[in-house]
């Protein structure tokens, strides 16, 4: 074979391997996706960011040593990510503790493109439904280029992938609870957290700093369940071991009863 068939050969190799490429399906389960081996591991704190008034912000800074809801998303999203920061807000206002006070929430946008306008817009649609949240000083919603947001997702276990076909982001809904040293402590997945999961969450991250005796006593009677995001009750599971437990033992005694009046009457 000549060099100059070898070369088409080649070339036409790469452009079926480029075609190959191009047909597969955009999937996104595959894009998206949270990493749990990442609890427990400091956040990208370095980060550089610009909040809703237009100020550059570092994000160590924004956490003041408080634990803190962190909430990847953007703001054009026209799928989930309204929903969650509807989500969280309600259930922030059933929440003893107060916004800026004793823990802040941080949204940040993943999608390069976004810009202030977009965290403002999104602070007015919120501040429709809860004003005084909105007006707190423990609520940033960040934008920023491509780089910073990579580096917090991916310190956090964020994943999420642009679909040009779709023109969207392919993400999950959650949201990260951070401690006040900033190292990842618990997600709370999807829509249906409860405003006791969230206080709970709030207390455990903020390492016996936050909450008043009654909420610290809470976290011993219940166990956090890291496949639903969510916290159970150790006191029902332990009153339902304890009611199978009875009905067994009881069962036992009545059989034992029943064999000695059979031999008695034997």
Not at 26 to 45: E, K, M, N, W, Y
Not at 54 to 71: A, E, F, I, N, S
Not at 240 to 245: I, K, M
Not at 253 to 258: H, Q, R, V
Request: net charge neutral; with cysteine; aromatic share 8%.
């Amino acid at each position: 074979m000549s060099i100059e068939r070898l070369l088409r050969v080649v070339v036409l190799l790469c452009a079926w391997g480029a075609q190959l490429a191009v047909a597969q399906p955009f999937d996104p389960f595959a894009a998206a996706g949270i990493d749990t081996a990442r609890v427990g591991q400091p956040l990208a704190l370095d980060s550089r960011f610009t909040d809703q008034q237009g100020h550059p912000v570092r994000l160590g800074d924004l956490l003041k040593g408080q634990p803190t809801l962190l909430v990847p998303l953007y703001y054009r999203c026209p799928n989930v990510c309204g929903a969650a920061l509807s989500t969280l807000f309600s259930q922030l206002a059933n929440q003893p503790y107060r916004l800026g006070r004793d823990f802040q929430v941080i949204a940040f946008s993943f999608d390069p493109r976004e810009d202030v306008g977009a965290a403002q817009a999104e602070q007015v649609k919120l501040s429709g439904h809860w004003p005084a949240l909105t007006d707190e000083p423990g609520l940033h919603l960040l934008t920023g280029d491509a780089a910073a947001s990579q580096a917090l997702a991916a310190s956090i276990g964020f994943g999420y992938r642009f679909d040009p076909q779709q023109q969207q982001y392919a993400h999950s809904s959650a949201v990260a609870v951070v401690t006040g040293d900033g190292r990842l402590s618990r997600w709370l997945y999807g829509l249906g957290y409860q405003a006791s999961d969230l206080r709970l969450a709030l207390t455990e991250a903020g390492q016996g700093k936050l909450g008043a005796i009654k909420e610290q006593l809470l976290l011993l009677c219940y166990h956090y369940d890291p496949q639903s995001g969510t916290y159970s009750s150790r006191i029902i599971i332990l009153l339902q071991v304890a009611g199978v437990a009875t009905v067994l033992v009881l069962g036992v005694l009545i059989a034992m009863a029943l064999r000695r009046e059979r031999r008695r009457a034997q």
